[in-house]
């Protein structure tokens, strides 16, 4: 459930004309507010986007936490009553919500180009540029699991999270149909490249039920936090969450856990600006600025997320902490990214709520 946060405004009125994107933010707006997913990811983009936004625009920017999800923009959007200027969304969930109309439409000048000059249609990768979205990133959802829990044979494929008998224990995973119906199927050994077109049938969606349904004693989580909790108390002993709260638990704060690469789920995460924002001009210069090769590299060298153009991901280097490489930690490593799945995000656009309802129909009724 979103917190809503109100924050003030200067209700103006006064951005009613459109205008070409400009590297200064309208005085119309007195501050942003931005919906994003908490923890240590709002961290990062606070040290490498909000404060420096702050500091180079004089505009404050309040951050709200949800956890993915469009019921509460919809409602907004219907309510007219709609309190954040930008929102950080997955590229599937983007892709929905604009296809709803739920998004406003983005101008096709808006981002940078790279310091080279290279256009932005030239230097972002491929589908990162949408008609209500940019992406900015690329996470992914992986398994970590406790070295502890197993000091002898540890797991190595993502087939290894449904074997009880070899790994034995709690496992908890994300309440939501992806990574878990692709990996459920990796688990049979189907094919990457077959993941979708199996699940584009009952067949395949049961087949994926079934695999879920075996394993004994999950945990469902919502809040991306939460897996790292559930490692760190012992609960689990393999979980399924986002991979850059997973390095921030291991680097950070010295956690016994390992990522389990193998199956890794790669996103595209995207900014977008909500129907009816309160300041969309403002919020289009943000965009501007957190999309640039300079932010996409200074946010990888606090969370390992890929940056989403050709320029910026040849700019990571270490973690601004530790020092670390950062390059060896970001899910499109070639090391790491061997047994990648790319999520079909316009299959869950279009198959979403339909795919949803039987997940939970399926899995959550046995809780």
């Known amino acids: 459930m979103l917190a809503r946060r109100w924050t003030p405004r200067l209700l103006a009125g006064l951005l009613a004309l459109a205008t070409p994107i400009s590297a200064e933010v309208p005085n119309a707006a007195d501050s942003l507010t931005i ?37 509460e923009l919809r409602q907004a959007v219907a309510e007219n009553d709609v309190p954040w200027d930008v929102i950080d969304m997955t590229r599937s969930e983007a892709m929905a919500a604009c296809e709803e109309g739920l998004l406003e439409a983005l101008p096709s000048e808006l981002a940078a180009p790279a310091p080279d000059g290279t256009p932005a249609s030239q230097d972002f990768f491929s589908g990162a540029l949408g008609r209500c979205f940019i992406s900015h990133s690329i996470f992914a959802t992986v398994v970590a699991y406790r070295r502890d829990a197993f000091p002898g044979e540890r797991p190595t494929r993502i087939a290894d999270l449904f074997d009880q008998q070899r790994f034995p224990g709690p496992r908890a995973l994300q309440r939501t149909p992806a990574a878990n119906l692709e990996w459920a199927l990796l688990s049979y050994q189907v094919p990457r490249e077959e993941l ?51 390095f921030a638990a291991m680097v950070e704060r010295d956690l016994p856990i390992e990522i389990l690469w193998d199956g890794q789920l790669q ?24 999309t640039t ?50 999520k079909d995000e316009a299959w869950y656009a279009r198959t979403q709520e339909r795919v949803e309802a039987l997940f939970h129909e399926a899995l959550m009724t046995q809780e």
Not at 200 to 215: E, K, P, V
Not at 267 to 290: K, L, M, S
Not at 294 to 303: D, G, T, Y
Not at 322 to 337: C, E, S
């Open 267 to 290: 996103e595209h995460e995207t900014w977008v600006i909500p129907r009816g924002a309160p300041n969309p001009e403002a919020a289009q210069t943000f965009i501007r600025f957190a």
């Open 35 to 71: 919906l994003s997913w908490g923890g240590a990811y709002e961290q990062a983009q606070r040290r490498a986007l909000f404060t420096p936004f702050t500091d180079a625009h004089d505009v404050p920017v309040a951050v709200d936490s949800y956890n993915g999800g469009l019921k």
């Open 196 to 246: 979708y077109r199996l699940l584009s049938t009952r067949r395949g969606l049961d087949l994926a039920f079934a695999r879920l349904q075996s394993i004994d004693n999950i945990k469902w989580w919502e809040s991306g936090d939460t897996p790292v909790r559930l490692l760190e108390e012992g609960e689990v002993v393999m979980a399924s969450g986002y991979n850059g709260r997973f």
């Open 293 to 342: 090769s300079e932010r996409q590299v200074a946010l990888a060298r606090h969370i390992p997320y890929g940056p989403a153009r050709h320029s910026a991901s040849m700019q990571v280097t270490t973690h601004r902490d530790t020092g670390l490489d950062m390059r060896l930690h970001i899910p499109t490593h070639p090391i790491n990214a061997q047994g990648a799945v790319t």
